[in-house]
């Protein structure tokens, strides 16, 4: 049976809007039951806000199955809490005991403005994913899909890569705000199968350029791995960053034959 | 009965209908696509994958999200995998087969053209998907494995882990990107839709409502595609995500689509029983899990030991007992019910005695803990993570929840709704899973709207329309539908009740599921259509609203949903009210077989309900559209 939890203190950020400076507030939890997820405490919360009269906390969140990637929060300074490979909605109370204090912040980076309270906008990602996180092939003109075989470890080592959320807790949790993680899980898992050949350089180059239009440099401190819900390998860096060297050099033996 | 519901299904023999339809319809020439601007709703499988192949084509595409980005749509949380019939395992897999199994699993509530058509694109949608780098599962020699579900005898569901369609959405959303990145595509995000628009009978734009600043504007185009997902959140407690909702559908609806089936209702086997009274929603279990795991309860309604200590004379493997051929992969509809009424029985496990298990103890023995984890090690995970019990030493438990809905807006053969220009895809729509959907075969549908039936389909509307202006966003009804939208969200801020939209959407989602949920009968949705509408008059008077409308809210968005909500459930009590009758996932007590099965009324109920708006979901009118079948034998569905 359920246990509950009491007096659990949260020191939430609340910013009224982009332009606002924001600060941290205090609110008080008295009880709380062990099985409740954390956004269930803050829906609980929000609530109780509500029936005070007074404005709810705007956080992201939507399947609460740790699949979607919306749900973001730093709890207590670590991006999706202190449950490793777990994301945010599938952080349960039961991690937490009574008399808890907990400081909730939006992700903090650059790259991912703070839209209102704890939400951010985190548009850079589908910017860089719109700069050739793709393999082009119009609808129609697919062949058979049992004419390529993949050998099953590349397709694992391409799942692998694949799982990859979207959710921005690789920036929120590395010092730089660098996203490579992010950036270099969709190049790996590209990259490395057969279809994402003929753009592998392409891919590679203008993915990796258009990240560092919003994001910091990586200098592989490794908190983005340690932060990551899907646990994706910092390996997947190293991937990126070689096929990145090989897009300059076969371009720069292009612009020589020209 | 209405003269208005022509489903234009072509002429011809069954298997010939979608080739020679594709022969026969007008196209527009290359140059002149990007003359034609088509509104795309929801960027999920059928959304994104429409929006991205019309682009392609050369159309000008506008899509909009609520969401922050197009790849956060719910496809996204389905599991389990894509049925299509490849028959690579070579088991006597086939178009007709999955066709047959897709009307047989529906019930015979659903549209034979259709669903042979869906069957018919089911191996295009294989290929493309690989062709876009979907890293589908593979046998060790390369080529792509595949799994069972329920309802069928073959192995033709395709799978990526448990995370089957992550897959498939960050596939499509990859090919959107690729056409918002190219131009083709403009990408409104943030932005839910607030009112469909109507200019002289065709569909004409969208109202929508910025979500950051409050904003309401008005977009036209030639065509309006809503690919908008289904309404199970009505429950409130569903498996779906926390934003999703019949909005969109709903406003249609209002503006004169016609809502088909709205009780058509799937209830999952296996979600995560809900554990306290704060539950904000619940985890479904992929339905895959039922291929090595088995279902069962203890025989003694007051068996007190553990489930490894219960010996196996003591257990009722129920499934395996009453469906022998199907076994633990007997459909979902019949799943549920059996498992809510060994729950009912007081057979119930658990610490609140609302589960039954699935067991994968034999599973483990037979094929070790190693290859266990490989199939479903992140399902595992992600049990263990919500029950705080490991599925490797115990058995989980499951009880059904509200997870997809088969109902929803009509349309025709070309997934053209009453209105013309207005088209509805993926769940959105009514048109391929009858009375119940089977297993996998969800993001099957949404990617053959979305890539194969759509793009085909938006030509023939289009191609006479050359040269015709886009309706003017300053026309009146545009003006008009904005001035409403605005009077409706700030009426919400000022009704200054004492009630939250949870607190609202919390106890109309428990009438609805009291009396229309797995089990449904003439009394309880008589009484269910009396409390309805005292609710909701209850609603617009003690709503409050927090904040403001000038500034990101979700107090004020969830107060939107949550009234539509209202609206609908009336309309699914009363479409569950009038269909006499039990079929799949729409059951009534009075209308079953002496075994507990579903009983069908074929002489009368052989047909779609299409409900007509009238200014009140109670007086709402009923049109029918006959259902024939000339391909299969309507029969009573056995899994025995």
Partial sequence: ?258 | MSTQLNSKIPAGPLGDKWSSYKEDVKLVNPNNKRKFKVIVVGTGLAGASAAATLAELGYQVDAFTFHDSPRRAHSIAAQGGINAAKNYQGDGDSVHRLFHDTIKGGDFRAREANVHRLAEVSVNIIDQMVAQGVPFAREYGGLLDNRSFGGAQVSRTFYARGQTGQQLLLGAYQQLARQIGLGGVRLFNRTELVDVVTVEGRAAGIVVRDLTTGEVTSHAAHAVVLATGGYGNAFFLSTNAMSCNVTAAWRAHRKGAYFANPCYTQIHPTCIPQSDEFQSKLTLMSESLRNDGRVWVPKNPDEKRGAAEIPEEDRDYYLERLYPSYGNLAPRDISSRAAKRAVDKGLGVGPLKNGVYLDFADAIARLGKDVVKERYGNLFDMYERIAGENPYDMPMRMYPASHYTMGGLWVDYELMTSIPGLYAAGEANFSDHGANRLGASALMQGLADGYFVLPYTIGNYLAPMLNKAIPSVDHPEFKAAELAARERFTGYLNIGGTRSPDWFHREVGKIIWDYCGMERTEQGLEKALSELPALYDEFKKDLRVTGSGESLNQTLEKAGRVDDFFQLGMLMCRDALERQESCGGHFRSEYQTEEGEALRDDDKFCHVAAWEWSGDPMTAKRNVEELEFENVHLATRSYK
């Fill in chain 1, 1 to 258: 049976m359920s246990n509950h939890l009491k007096d659990i203190i949260l020191k939430i950020w609340r910013q009224n809007g982009p332009q606002d400076s924001g600060h941290f507030e205090t609110y008080k939890v008295d009880e709380i039951s062990d099985e409740a997820s954390f956004l269930e405490m803050l829906d609980y919360l929000n609530e109780q806000l509500i029936t005070d009269g007074k404005e709810a906390i705007v956080f992201d969140h939507d399947c609460r199955e740790g699949i979607c990637g919306t749900c973001s929060l730093m709890i207590n300074g670590q991006a999706h809490g202190p449950e490793r490979s777990t994301a945010t909605c599938q952080l349960h109370m039961r991690k937490f005991s009574s008399g808890a204090e907990i400081v909730i912040e939006p992700w903090r980076a650059a790259a991912f403005p703070i839209i209102k309270d704890l939400m951010v906008d985190r548009s850079a990602f589908d910017r860089i994913i719109e700069s050739g996180g793709f393999i082009t092939s119009i609808t129609g003109g697919a062949p058979d899909a049992n004419l390529i075989p993949i050998p099953k470890p590349v397709a694992d080592s391409a799942m692998d890569s694949a799982e990859c959320i979207g959710c921005g807790a690789c920036v929120a949790a590395c010092p730089n705000g660098a996203a490579n993680l992010f950036t270099s899980a969709k190049i790996a898992h590209l990259n490395l199968l057969p279809q994402g050949q003929a753009e592998r350089y392409k891919r590679a180059e203008s993915m990796i350029e258009k990240m560092d239009e919003y994001f910091g440099s990586c200098t592989n401190h490794g908190e983005c791995e340690a932060a990551c819900p899907k646990e994706i390998s910092i390996d997947v860096i190293a991937l990126a960053n070689a096929d990145y060297r090989k897009a300059k050099l076969k371009n720069r033996k292009f612009i020589s034959r020209i």
